[in-house]
């Protein structure tokens, strides 16, 4: 078993490296692009940001019904989900970094070509994402199996990361486009290839060429045997819905109207606002508040890339703390810690650059290593929601698509509120070489306040809302239900 599950950690964590591969580049430079070299007009921005929002919030329950409903097994199964899904995320990836055409003559065309990247690429994103949350589920239903894909997937989310730095050092990031365009056809291509090795060698409970029932050490699903195909099956009574089994939208009324999920549901939309504005402006801000003259190249490089790196690794140090103390007060003591530093900097002021670059990388490092953290209340709401609904089976699918629904239109929100506040105080005219001294002063103090406003009121507003959470004494550091 021990090498069975080894191989097997190693197949699921190539998905996890792959992904973020991708993700990671997509995240941090996608913005920059359509703003500094396409120069999209905010008027475009928006409607294209608009129209992800409303995609993004209904892809995540579409996909999952489609997944779990379909008759065929190109969709039904999660390895051929990622093994045929592969292909097209990579060439969605792809979308963004090539023009179509001379967007000077035709401002609308960049308009279209964010709207167009934007959406292939979040409808990939999430149906490979959904893939990887029910290959996790299904590999082993141990928590020491689960314990190891874990370890192995940040571990391999390390190495993923590491793109953003790797661009940096040898593309010096958008300034050099025809390096830049070898290097992610490059990313896309390894991607590419990690996640067909998962889907080629990741093996699952239901497959059937998994070991005998007695190798996978007795899992929790009620065993019969095998049928005819030789796959597992489950007793008959669990093939059959129950017959009182509740409409969708009385299921989502039951589980919106949760104390602890209206809490965690607000919470999670606030760190993913701050999440996505960190990783989609670090680089305008940077650029903009630590002068060429104080930073030098290799330390703003190692700025920008790192920030994608140390989530990672906090994450890994900060488990056993979790382990100890519990979720909820590691998840509290960030938010008190985000305030406080920006109370610090915003004291100190925006010309003490050290300390200025060091609040960046906390910004941008914070938010996702909490983040990684928040699979476990959503296990312990979907746990308290079975066992106060008597239900048969829990509904971590629906709870999963329900958060999404609520909170992934934060996605959009952030980009579009920062570029009407840079666009309000002079950034089109820094783009085009136009700006004035005083403008490029007012820009620089927009930049600061905001940098300093948005971890300290949504910290605030954070602490606020956190505290009357009731689920707090389940010390486990692996979620039963987890999402990418």
Not at 114 to 130: E, N, Q, R
Not at 320 to 334: A, D, E, H, Q
Not at 454 to 478: E, K, N
Request: contains cysteine.
């Amino acid at each position: 078993m021990g090498r069975y599950f080894h191989s097997n950690s190693v197949a699921y964590a190539s998905l996890a490296c792959g992904f973020t591969m991708m993700n990671s580049i997509f995240s941090f430079y996608y913005v920059k692009i359509f703003l500094d070299h396409y120069h999209v007009s905010q008027a475009w921005f928006d409607v294209a940001q608009v129209i992800y929002l409303f995609w993004n919030a209904i892809n995540d329950p579409l996909f999952a019904y489609w997944q779990d409903n379909s008759k065929l097994e190109i969709f039904r199964s999660r390895r051929l989900n990622v093994l045929y899904g592969a292909p097209l995320f990579a060439l969605s990836f792809l979308l963004a970094w090539f023009p179509w055409g001379d967007y000077a003559s035709h401002p609308w065309l960049a308009g279209v070509h964010l709207l167009v990247a934007l959406s292939c690429y979040d409808a990939m994103f999430t149906f490979i994402g959904l893939a990887s949350c029910a290959l996790f589920a299904e590999i082993s239903d141990k928590h020491e199996d689960r314990l190891r894909l874990t370890r192995y997937t940040q571990v391999a989310s390390i190495f993923g990361s590491s793109s953003v730095f790797f661009s940096q050092v040898l593309c010096d990031g958008l300034n050099d486009m025809a390096s830049f365009q070898m290097f992610v056809v490059v990313i896309a291509l390894i991607s590419c290839w990690a996640m067909y090795y998962t889907g080629t060698h990741v093996r699952t409970m239901y497959d059937n060429d998994v070991p005998d029932p007695v190798d996978i050490e007795s899992p929790s699903i009620p065993f019969k045997g095998n049928d005819s195909s030789g796959k597992k099956k489950l007793d008959s009574s669990e093939d059959k819905e129950d017959s009182s089994a509740l409409s969708s939208f009385t299921q989502f009324k039951q589980i919106a109207q949760q104390k602890n999920f209206i809490i965690f549901v607000t919470i999670n939309f606030m760190q993913i606002f701050q999440s996505i504005y960190m990783s989609n402006f670090l680089s305008i801000f940077g650029d903009e508040l630590l002068p060429q003259h104080v930073m030098s190249p290799f330390y703003r490089k190692f700025l920008y890339g790192s920030a994608f790196i140390i989530p990672q690794i906090l994450v890994l140090c900060l488990s056993p703390v979790v382990g100890r103390k519990g979720y909820y007060c590691v998840i509290l003591w960030s938010f008190y810690f985000k305030v406080f530093c920006a109370v610090v900097v915003f004291m100190a002021g925006r010309h003490q650059y050290m300390l200025l670059s060091l609040f960046m990388l906390i910004e941008a490092s914070l938010p996702n290593t909490i983040f990684a953290f928040f699979n476990l209340p959503v296990s312990d709401i979907i746990d308290a929601d079975q066992e106060r609904h008597k239900r048969r089976l829990p509904l971590s699918s629906s709870v999963f698509a329900y958060n999404a629904l609520f909170t992934k239109p934060a996605q959009s929100l952030a980009p579009m509120m920062i570029v009407a506040i840079l666009d309000r105080n002079h950034y089109q005219e820094k783009v085009s070489g136009d700006m004035t001294t005083i403008q490029h002063q007012e820009l620089s103090s927009a930049m600061f306040t905001v940098a300093c406003a948005i971890p300290f009121v949504i910290g605030l507003l954070q602490i606020l809302v956190w505290r009357p959470y009731s689920i707090r004494d389940s010390h486990i550091t692996i979620a039963k239900h987890v999402e990418s």
